[in-house]
């Protein structure tokens, strides 16, 4: 594994970086707040983002992608996350992009995939319910057999990306009950099916959140992905991924709040000098710098431990799942540390809703606690290295 | 058979044929070798092993040919390094000579002063000691009054300096002394070599709260140095000590990082002490609090040892160090702190031990080591005054 950028990934960096930042980011995700927009992204902002090539990151050839992973993804997701960009990449891409890629027939790449990777069409996952906290097992859906058909029923909350979404990959319990890794099946939803309704949440973060609710919904064997019962490992797989690709824009997100911090800190005079003089701030900025220095190198690292060997991106080194947790972590701790430490720099003015900088604080926690915060991803390490 | 080939076969021949052959076997790779005048022998060959490396140049492998050194390339180094980690061999010499003030005297010194004193140091016949603080000279190291005034082509030493290690059984001594008293206190200061072993210098060695320690406090009563021994000139010394505490910081980064890498190779020697002394349930550290705090350091340490991987690769793949290289002495001292009090806490009463009855040796040389570990965010700098390089230099914070 090599811890540094080829020209290749410096340069998507760079360009990844100049797309975010060309437009006042914060600007847009504010008033897509204000104005209660149903979507909460833009849909040509992420056309473009498709017509870059970011979509089509870490798919195979074969199923129209460029064969690229998530050493390279994570640097697409910082960029956004310096931006804070609420577009559905992650959701549509990673969660349940992945998911059919791995697990799909010919026929869910065609109608799904395909159209996903041309950001035609957004996907969703929807694997949670109110009382899953952290726990995959905990089905949102319960599918029932129905002569040869399912019928699930249930209700999913917090499905990133959810809301106008065009399909959903969806975690039910067909057999067992919580606790139980078999028994979990994923079926592939599309947004029209009758008795599947869609409610936009509001959260903190003001990123586009759903909540599903299926009264009897219909599918078929067809919308099986992968094996009945044995979508477990599937599920787990992808929320991995996803996890990695969201401590990418974890990364970018304090990155950027520690830079307009310490710019803050530069030109902010109290007493007649720049604040930034003082000692009891520098200390602070500094140990927020080696906190943002060692979450890099775990980003980077559990990213290419999901890679493997170059290109092979099904092939994941032994103890990528331990890097996986190693750097949600990490993240999660760094991010919420910097991001309320931005707060108290920036004193009474980071408090107000107009100054910017509140709204990493709110996007730092939202991030923490999605996939697992730092205590659970302790455990699962744990737990991993045999203790 | 490429030139990076052929070396590493006749280092081959050389470390697992030639030389066991000659010496009747090698030294084991925990025997250090500090040389000097009196060596002190941590194995019975470790001074025939470090005498015959030298004469190949292999104990400064980078070090040019002229000055005793290896004149080898950095791969030709590293291939150095992965030959005597495999073959279990120690460095053949280690010490201050080779990691300070010899690099020091490459950048600074004139080419009288590296003939003279460079040879030394690779055949491992001089030991070398370092005087930078004193009483009232720590992280404001530029306030050292230790005085040296000009009597003909001698200099006249007084005062005193602490903290020196190893001090009672180097030979030389490297440090910084007031030639001018008026001015900006960093103008004025002069670097200088000088021979240990006169009548005006005293070493007293100090206990620590660790009960030891390699530290010593030095004194000089009109002790002698030669003019010709003046580094880069009178007046200069704050540019030539800052520069040689770059090399101390990387020296010692590298020490705790390398600890880093060897515990990884080891497994969890922490989980194992956790199961040890808590017992397992489950299959789980029985303690839910302390196992966290066991995962906790594991993913620390794991990560700084990334960080240290990273900022390795990107000076392989051709980058200068980047900012990332700042926190490494920081960083590491404070792990290690962390890992020496989760240690006390993991056995409990029994991590109290000083000396004799009820404890075992491993509890007893625990008790020192979490207290000899205090040091470590002090010496070579302290936390505090890491902070303010990293504020300053990196974050470009106003003073």
Request: charged letters at 25%.
């Amino acid at each position: 594994m090599q811890l540094v950028l080829t020209e290749d990934q410096a340069l998507l960096q760079r360009t990844a970086l100049d797309f975010v930042t060309g437009t006042p980011a914060i600007a847009r995700l504010r008033k897509l707040r204000d104005h209660r927009d149903e979507r909460g992204y833009a849909l040509d902002r992420y056309a473009k983002m498709a017509e870059l090539g970011w979509t089509a990151i870490p798919f195979s050839e074969a199923d129209g992608g460029l064969g690229a992973g998530f050493a390279e993804l994570v640097l697409v997701t910082e960029a956004m996350g310096r931006g804070l960009a609420p577009e559905p990449l992650i959701p549509s891409i990673v969660l349940a992009g992945r998911a059919i890629a791995l697990g799909g027939s010919a026929a869910h790449k065609a109608s799904w995939l395909a159209p996903a990777i041309a950001g035609d069409k957004v996907l969703a996952l929807a694997y949670a319910r109110r009382d899953s906290r952290f726990d995959l097992t905990r089905a949102p859906v319960r599918a029932a057999r129905d002569g040869d058909r399912f019928r699930l029923t249930g209700q999913a909350t917090q499905v990133w990306g959810g809301h106008l979404a065009d399909a959903y990959v969806v975690a039910a319990r067909t057999a067992g009950d919580d606790g139980d890794r078999d028994g979990v099946t994923l079926f592939v939803v599309p947004a029209a099916t009758p008795g599947v309704t869609s409610q936009r949440q509001h959260r903190v973060d003001s990123l586009n959140v759903a909540q599903l609710t299926f009264d009897s919904a219909a599918l078929g064997e067809a919308d099986v992905l992968g094996d009945v019962d044995h979508g477990h490992a599937l599920l787990a797989r992808v929320v991995d991924e996803a996890t990695v690709a969201l401590t990418g824009e974890m990364l970018g997100g304090m990155l950027e709040a520690f830079e307009r911090t310490v710019a803050y800190l530069r030109e902010r005079r109290q007493f007649g000098v720049p604040i930034g003089s003082f000692q009891a701030l520098k200390h602070r900025a500094a140990r927020l710098f080696m906190e943002l220095e060692l979450a890099r190198s775990a980003v980077m690292a559990a990213a290419r431990a999901l890679d493997g060997g170059r290109g092979a991106i099904d092939g994941a080194q032994p103890d990528a799942a331990q890097l996986v947790s190693l750097a949600k972590a990490r993240a999660s701790d760094a991010y919420v540390l910097i991001a309320n430490e931005a707060i108290q720099l920036h004193g009474g003015i980071g408090m107000t809703d107009e100054h910017d900088i509140g709204f990493f604080l709110k996007r730092a926690r939202a991030s923490e606690l999605t996939f697992g915060d730092a205590a659970y991803h302790r455990d699962r390490f744990a737990a991993l290295e045999g203790y | 058979m490429t030139d990076a080939e052929r070396f590493r076969a006749d280092l081959v021949e050389l470390l697992e044929r030639e030389l066991p052959a000659r010496l009747g076997g090698l030294p084991p790779p925990t025997a250090d070798y500090w040389g000097g005048r009196n060596p002190e022998l941590p194995h019975p060959l470790s001074r025939r092993y470090c005498e015959a490396m030298a004469e190949r140049g292999l104990t400064a492998p980078t070090w040019p040919t002229e000055y005793g050194g290896g004149g080898l390339g950095k791969q030709e180094a590293k291939i150095l390094l992965e030959e005597l980690r495999r073959l279990q061999l120690p460095p053949p010499l280690v010490g201050f000579g080779l990691s300070m003030i010899g690099p020091t005297l490459l950048q600074f010194g004139t080419e009288a002063q590296r003939r003279e004193h460079l040879p030394k140091i690779t055949r491992g016949e001089i030991r070398w000691a370092q005087g930078y603080s004193e009483p009232n000279a720590g992280s404001d190291l530029a306030s050292v009054q230790a005085s040296a005034r000009f009597a003909g082509d001698d200099l006249i030493l007084n005062g005193q300096k602490v903290w020196t290690s190893y001090g009672d059984k180097a030979d030389w001594m490297f440090g910084i002394f007031r030639t001018d008293a008026g001015g900006k206190k960093q103008e004025g200061i002069t670097f200088l070599l000088l021979d240990m072993a006169q009548p005006g210098v005293e070493v007293r060695p100090i206990k620590l709260i660790s009960g030891a320690s390699p530290f010593c406090e030095t004194f000089f009563s009109d002790a002698r140095a030669h003019a010709k021994d003046v580094i880069a000139g009178v007046g200069q010394g704050w540019t030539v000590a800052k520069a040689l505490l770059g090399h101390e910081r990387n020296m010692i980064g590298d020490l705790f990082g390398a600890g880093a890498r060897t515990r990884r190779a080891g497994g969890n020697a922490l989980a194992e002490l956790a199961r040890a002394y808590l017992g397992v349930k489950d299959g789980r550290i029985a303690d839910p609090v302390l196992r966290d705090r066991v995962a906790q350091l594991a993913m620390d340490e794991r990560c700084f040892a990334l960080t240290m991987q990273r900022s390795a690769d990107s000076v392989k793949a051709g980058h200068k160090p980047g900012p990332e290289s700042s926190i490494f002495k920081i960083g590491g001292t404070e792990l290690n702190q962390r890992r020496q009090e989760l240690m006390v806490a993991l056995r409990g009463p029994q991590a109290l031990g000083w000396e004799g009855e009820g404890f075992d040796e491993r509890e007893l040389a625990q008790t020192r080591d979490w207290l000899r570990s205090r040091g470590n965010t002090i010496e070579g700098g302290t936390s505090e005054v890491q902070l303010n390089i990293i504020a300053k230099h990196v974050l470009g914070l106003p003073d």
